[in-house]
């Protein structure tokens, strides 16, 4: 209203102000901004208008409508006849009292509203057609002032009546008042027994009954004002209860979210609870009960609901071990009939769980849980082995392009034993015991595995022997007709074992092979079959060997690659290197002649070295392999024997004249000459020769100068040699003659310092003598080697270039140990720490004698199968056998290889020409030797057996 008033004002001001001003020559007119201004006053004067309209309007409808009312209630309003209700005078009373009050304050509004409409009239303000006008108000309260007299008046002349009235209602007040608070006291929901929605449900009836008793005394009171009674004192009791019902109604409300959660989560299906999130959602509901203010923590509704979150917080464990799959119905219904839950495990809550003592029969549920899991292992057990069983696919590989063939038989074992093992470990079980579709899947698979066992045992070996065999028969033409009725068992055996891989490759399935018919007869028939194939086909390889004993040093596999090519003898000659110390290969030359299929005129070494045979190895196509391997053996010999006989000869022209350009040129073309094993074995024989003769002469002291003097010749012509470009072969050649000439010197030179003057010297007898006699009528026994009162023919294995042991004393000392125990027909036994030179001992004085020594690791890969046949070869071939750190083999092994050598040397101290060795009779050579090295210092190491310790020499 005053806004308008002052926006009219200030609009006036603007119209009468003058549009120009001056200053001095200058005039400054604004109408056009008076103007503009104006306008804006007048849209603002008109939107203050029409909100002030808005408001008045609003105003003048509220003051008609309660007016109004009032007049109403007024006419309403009956003070006389006993048949008006003692409450409604109380409300008449109090409503005359009201309105009496009321009336000058609606009096002094009406006019307000009036005055302010007037202003709106004298702005010219265009009123909507639905305005209340503010004269109406001002009639209404007339009327309502006509109205109220006339009740004032009916009042006064009934109040002894209504005094009497009141004090009696008065009276019938204060006992419902006071039957309403004693209901609040003993039915207020103080004790969380009860859900939140019957204890809110609860205090709103309170709530609701309580404020109409206030209101009922509150206007009580008023009419005994009006009516001039004593008011009395007003208790306060009401509002008490109605603070505490506010409180109570704030500590349900806060627990009533909780609660109802809860609620939801013991309505959750336990087929689809999620254990995690169950126990999340209590968790959270605990997290949302502890933030509650401490003025609703100490309420025992808070107290109750807490501490069963907390119980169910405690025993989810135990919840959490139900939702299992080993639980079976069988397990549920045991579960619920011991929680007294009589429902389908598919209409099953958690709260049934909860609400119906689980955590009470904890104790019992885990009994049942216990059997549960324990059938769950059974049952976990019975599907693997069923899944397994009836996917397992064998693994097939292409053979030959003829047939595919099971691998894999490790993996395959392994499982069926496995399994096997569980099945029958799984009887004893007594959850097994308890359910009968345990025992019966368990019978039915293992009667299948263990069919399928004994199906594959028989199967591996047939297969194995299958190939075996079949590499043989079909690998060479030559066997089938050398073992024509070992093949055609053969020929039946494959085809009927083809046919069968075939069916199994079309359905590759473990289990198929169970449904083929007489499996396990046909694989054991197979099996039968190829035994006495393989049989006479192990008679037919010894016999081989017995023709040709080099045969004992190569596996069955080779022997039959041999025998199996014998019309190809090139592809004889990759095994040459197991029969023979260094025959690498042959040479092979041309030959177009007839009937010939090879020719070889020459020994390879595995060094490059080549020695051409005295007479070359031509090879028939009617000639066996034995025939010509035979044929080599003794050339090898012949050859290197007249090749030490020239050597022999041609060493003493070319040793004279050392110190000319002439001599040694001679000496070095001496040393080319031959390979490196005959130019040792003369220069050794030379030196023996004229060590002797300085020995018987008169003057051996001068005789030993001179032998000295040759040597330390030959070493300077040697060491000027070596300094040249030369091949491989021809270097290793000379350094090893310079090694030997050292020792020679140094034995020489120990000789003269020690004045040795007589052969029968033991000094000179302690080192090794090489005698040669030319005139001996067989070649091979023109050379004997001597040491001490030992003496042996040499043996003209071809040895190739190798290496060369440089002797010491120590190495002295073992030629003489062992080749005294050879001499009296003994093994020898070199004993030390590792790296001392045993092994390489007796493989230089084989070298020395010329022999064919064959080393055998004793180690982890020992082959213990293959003994037998390599003692059978050194016992017939006149090799040496040395044991590599013979004690590292096992007792058991040990203990039988020691068997074997102990018939070996007894047979040899003896001087037998044959032997029992392994059920059967052999040759007994009487160059064989043998030899074992020990390391008796390790830690786990086997003793040599006390019968054999006397058979050889330490």
């Known amino acids: 209203y005053d806004l308008i008033v002052e926006a009219s004002a200030a609009r006036n001001t603007l119209d009468s102000t003058a549009t120009v001003t001056e200053f001095g020559p200058i005039s400054v007119r604004y109408s056009k901004v008076q103007s503009q201004v104006n306008l804006k006053y007048d849209s603002w004067q008109k939107e203050l208008q029409t909100?002030?309209?808005?408001?008045?309007?609003?105003?003048?409808?509220?003051?008609?409508?309660?007016?109004?009312?009032?007049?109403?209630?007024?006419?309403?309003?009956?003070?006389?006849?006993?048949?008006?209700?003692?409450?409604?005078?109380?409300?008449?009373?109090?409503?005359?009292?009201?309105?009496?009050?009321?009336?000058?304050?609606?009096?002094?509004?009406?006019?307000?509203l009036f005055e302010s409409e007037k202003l709106l009239k004298r702005q010219r303000h265009v009123f909507r057609g639905d305005w209340t006008e503010a004269s109406i108000v001002m009639g209404q309260l007339q009327q309502v002032e006509q109205v109220l007299s006339k009740r004032t008046r009916t009042m006064e002349e009934q109040v002894p009546l209504l005094q009497s009235r009141i004090a009696a209602e008065d009276k019938t007040n204060a006992q419902r008042l006071s039957e309403l608070i004693n209901d609040w006291e003993q039915n207020k929901p103080l004790i969380g027994n009860i859900t939140p929605d019957q204890a809110i449900e609860r205090l709103t009836k309170f709530e609701f009954n309580m404020k109409k008793a206030k209101i009922d005394q509150e206007n009580l009171t008023k009419a005994k004002d009006a009516l001039g009674l004593d008011a009395g004192v007003?208790?306060?009791?009401?509002?008490?209860?109605?603070?505490?019902?506010?409180?109570?109604?704030?500590?349900?409300?806060?627990?009533?979210?909780?609660?109802?959660?809860?609620?939801?989560?013991?309505?959750?299906?336990?087929?689809?609870?999620?254990?995690?999130?169950?126990?999340?959602?209590?968790?959270?509901?605990?997290?949302?009960?502890?933030?509650?203010?401490?003025?609703?923590?100490q309420y025992d509704a808070y107290n109750t609901l807490y501490d069963e979150i907390k119980s169910l917080l405690a025993g989810h464990a135990t919840l959490s071990d139900l939702k299992t799959d080993?639980?079976?119905?069988?397990?549920?219904?045991?579960?619920?009939?011991?929680?007294?839950?009589?429902?389908?495990?598919?209409?099953?809550?958690?709260?049934?769980?909860?609400?119906?003592?689980?955590?009470?029969?904890?104790?019992?549920?885990?009994?049942?849980?216990?059997?549960?899991?324990g059938e769950m292992a059974i049952e976990i057990f019975l599907n693997q082995v069923r899944d397994k069983w009836m996917k397992e696919e064998l693994d097939l590989v292409l053979y030959q392009n003829r047939v595919r063939l099971i691998r894999g038989w490790d993996d395959l074992f392994n499982a069926l034993d496995d399994h096997t093992g569980g099945l029958v470990l799984m009887r004893s079980s007594p959850y097994y015991r308890a359910v009968r579709e345990f025992q019966e899947d368990g019978n039915l698979w293992e009667d299948r595995l263990t069919k399928l066992r004994a199906a594959f045992d028989a199967w591996i070996d047939v297969q194995r022997r299958w190939v075996y065999l079949e590499g043989i028969f079909f690998g060479s033409a030559d066997i089938k007709a050398q073992l024509p009725a070992e093949w055609s068992r053969f020929k039946s055996v494959d085809g009927e074992f083809v046919s069968l891989m075939r069916r199994i490759s079309s359905r590759p399935y473990a289990m198929e092979a169970l449904n083929i018919e007489n499996l396990q007869r046909t694989l054991e028939r197979l099996q039968n079959l190829m035994v006495v194939i393989q049989k006479a086909l192990g008679a037919y390889l010894e016999k081989q060997r017995n023709d040709f004993s080099r045969f004992y040093f190569l596996g069955d596999d080779d022997l039959l690659e041999i025998i199996g090519n014998a019309s190809e003898p090139g592809k004889v000659l990759p095994h040459l290197g197991k029969m023979f110390a260094s025959i690498a290969t042959l040479n092979s030359v041309p030959c177009e002649d007839e009937g010939v299929l090879a020719k070889f005129d020459a020994m390879l070494s595995k060094d490059g070295e080549k020695v051409t045979l005295h007479s070359p190895i031509v090879v028939t196509d009617k000639m066996n392999v034995k025939e010509w391997l035979k044929q080599l053996e003794d050339d090898m010999k012949i050859t290197l024997a007249k090749l030490l006989h020239s050597a022999v000869s041609e060493v003493q022209s070319a040793q004279t004249s050392t110190t000319s350009p002439e001599g040694k040129a001679d000496f070095v073309n001496w040393a080319n000459k031959f390979p490196a094993q005959v130019m040792i074995l003369a220069s050794q024989v030379d030196w023996s020769m004229s060590m002797d003769a300085a020995l018987r002469g008169e003057n051996s002291d001068k005789d030993l100068q001179t032998v000295l003097s040759a040597i330390n010749g030959k070493l300077e012509v040697m060491a000027e040699t070596v300094l040249l470009d030369l091949p491989s072969e021809s270097r290793k050649k000379f350094e090893q003659l310079i090694t030997e000439l050292v020792h020679k010197r140094d034995v020489t030179k120990s000789m003269i310092d020690e004045g040795v003057c007589d052969v029968n010297d033991f000094r000179w007898l302690y080192h090794m003598r090489f005698d040669y006699n030319p005139e001996a009528e067989i070649l091979t026994e023109k050379l004997r080697i001597s040491l001490s009162n030992a003496s042996f023919y040499y043996g003209f294995e071809y040895l190739g270039i190798g290496e060369r042991l440089v002797q010491t004393p120590l190495t002295d000392r073992c030629y003489l140990t062992l080749t005294q125990a050879l001499n009296f027909r003994m093994g020898g036994n070199p004993f030390g720490p590792a790296g001392t030179g045993k092994t390489e001992s007796v493989k230089a004085l084989g070298a020395q004698l010329g022999r064919f020594v064959v080393v055998m690791n004793c180690d982890e890969t020992?082959?213990?199968?293959?003994?037998?046949?390599?003692?059978?070869?050194?016992?017939?071939?006149?090799?040496?056998?040395?044991?590599?750190?013979?004690?590292?083999?096992?007792?058991?092994?040990?203990?039988?290889?020691?068997?074997?050598?102990?018939?070996?040397?007894?047979?040899?101290?003896?001087?037998?020409?044959?032997?029992?060795?392994?059920?059967?009779?052999?040759?007994?050579?009487?160059?064989?030797?043998?030899?074992?090295?020990?390391?008796?210092?390790?830690?786990?190491?086997?003793?040599?057996?006390?019968?054999?310790?006397?058979?050889?020499?330490?």
């Open 234 to 297: 007003v208790s306060s009791d009401l509002s008490d209860c109605l603070d505490e019902i506010r409180d109570l109604t704030e500590v349900w409300e806060a627990v009533s979210k909780p609660y109802t959660a809860l609620l939801d989560l013991k309505d959750s299906l336990w087929a689809t609870a999620v254990m995690r999130k169950i126990r999340k959602a209590l968790d959270d509901l605990l997290i949302d009960l502890r933030s509650l203010p401490n003025r609703i923590r």
């Open 51 to 112: 909100y002030f309209a808005a408001v008045l309007s609003e105003r003048i409808n509220e003051s008609y409508e309660k007016v109004s009312s009032a007049k109403t209630r007024l006419e309403s309003i009956s003070l006389e006849g006993a048949s008006v209700a003692t409450n409604e005078i109380v409300l008449g009373v109090t409503f005359l009292q009201e309105v009496t009050q009321q009336l000058p304050l609606w009096l002094k509004k009406s006019k307000e």
């Open 862 to 954: 020992f082959d213990f199968g293959a003994m037998g046949r390599i003692f059978c070869g050194l016992c017939q071939v006149g090799a040496w056998g040395c044991f590599d750190e013979f004690n590292r083999l096992e007792e058991r092994i040990l203990s039988a290889v020691s068997q074997q050598i102990l018939t070996i040397q007894q047979g040899s101290l003896e001087r037998q020409k044959y032997i029992e060795l392994l059920g059967k009779t052999i040759g007994l050579h009487e160059n064989v030797g043998i030899f074992v090295t020990m390391n008796p210092g390790y830690a786990g190491r086997s003793n040599l057996p006390d019968n054999l310790k006397t058979l050889f020499r330490s």
């Open 326 to 373: 080993s639980l079976k119905e069988r397990h549920w219904k045991s579960i619920l009939q011991k929680l007294n839950v009589h429902v389908s495990f598919s209409e099953l809550t958690i709260g049934m769980l909860w609400d119906n003592g689980l955590l009470d029969k904890k104790k019992d549920v885990a009994e049942v849980l216990s059997v549960a899991q």
